[in-house]
């Protein structure tokens, strides 16, 4: 394998600066999802903690460095989750937290972020306006401007998902991705490349924000104009190039996904699984429901990823779900 960013060492590390209670996370066969997927499906559960997605691996690791660094503050631009993720882990170390997001982001994901303690702005806009929101803050300020995925620390943080798979006890042919700005999908990619290279890499994006899958394809940066999805957090407009190229070098195929498929596959979670899960986090299964014979008959990881989700919209888009 080519080389990346990260490294599997500093990854290993990551462990002994990560809240144990985000580590070591269910991975379960789910016999019921099986007769209607036709393939056997494994659950990585990310969701059961604090933050209720996997982007406290991240942020617990880089607010760890921060602290230790005498750093008393730090911005970042955020759909929700890692908003949430880094005002939970900066509390615990005195770090006073900034988040910039969507006014149209998730309202039970901004209220969890005000409940955090951090401080929240709002901003008339998408993702990718939020980020150059808190880039203008972070110099403004003179603070440290956490970005999510490009921050070596956030993929290696995921990355330790990647530690825990390679490790499972019951072998498995591929594991599904939700891919957005690139931090799980390079994290949990560049350990099991190294560790478990029998193992194919797929990530999964909605058709409705496909930049990262597009670039990927093309294997240049391609941004959108505009982003059409009920999954808010892989929602980008504008990929990174630096972790396009670790993407490049980890991910074996990048596929796009109908927002249909992706409530069917809310749905299909929470009648089988007995998971509320965010559309992120409905990816994988949708990447199932479109191509049910590639998957047929083989060992699939789906990272259930997060499980922040509006009630409200929650219900109209379960309830709106065909199965």
């Known amino acids: 394998m080519h080389e990346t960013r990260l490294d599997t060492a500093r990854i290993r590390a990551a462990r002994q600066m990560i809240d144990p209670m985000f580590l070591d996370t269910p991975l379960y066969p789910c016999e019921a999802l099986e007769p ?11 969701t059961a903690n604090p933050v209720r ?6 942020t617990e690791l880089l607010a760890s460095l921060l602290a230790g660094d005498g750093a008393r503050a730090a911005v970042c631009a955020s759909a929700g989750n890692l908003g949430q993720a880094l005002a939970w882990s900066g509390r615990r170390r005195g ?3 900034t988040v910039v997001a969507s006014r149209f982001a998730p309202a039970a994901k901004l209220d969890r972020i005000r409940a955090l303690g951090a401080r929240l702005e709002l901003v008339d806009g998408d993702f990718d306006l939020a980020r150059e929101r808190a880039a203008a803050i972070a110099r403004h300020d003179g603070i440290r401007l956490v970005e999510d995925s490009l921050d070596i620390e ?3 943080g995921a990355a330790t998902i990647g530690l825990e798979l390679a490790r499972a006890a019951r072998p498995f042919d591929a594991v599904l991705i939700a891919l957005g700005g690139g931090a799980l999908a390079t994290g949990v990619g560049h350990v099991l490349k190294a560790l478990a290279p029998g193992v194919e890499v797929i990530c999964v994006q909605p058709l409705g924000a496909p930049a990262m899958t597009l670039s990927w394809r093309e294997r240049r940066v391609v941004t959108t104009d505009s982003t059409d999805t009920i999954a808010d957090g892989v929602a980008g407009r504008c ?10 070098q980890v991910a074996d195929d990048a596929v796009l996904v109908e927002e249909a498929s992706i409530t069917t596959g ?17 990816l994988g299964i949708a990447a199932i429901l479109e191509d049910r ?7 699939v990881v789906t990272i259930v990823c997060g499980g922040n989700v509006d009630v409200d919209a929650y219900h109209r888009w379960v309830g709106a779900a065909t199965v």
Not at 239 to 248: E, K, N, Q, S
């Open 36 to 46: 209607v997927l036709g393939c056997a499906v494994s659950v990585k559960l990310e």
């Open 154 to 156: 956030t993929c290696e």
């Open 293 to 299: 014979d590639r998957f047929a008959g083989r060992h």
């Open 95 to 97: 770090l006073d937290v």
């Open 53 to 58: 997605s996997f982007k406290a691996r991240g």
């Open 239 to 248: 990929p990174i190039p630096a972790v396009l190229d670790d993407l490049l």
């Open 266 to 282: 809310m749905r299909l979670l929470l009648d089988h699984a007995g998971l509320v899960v965010e559309p992120s986090a409905a």
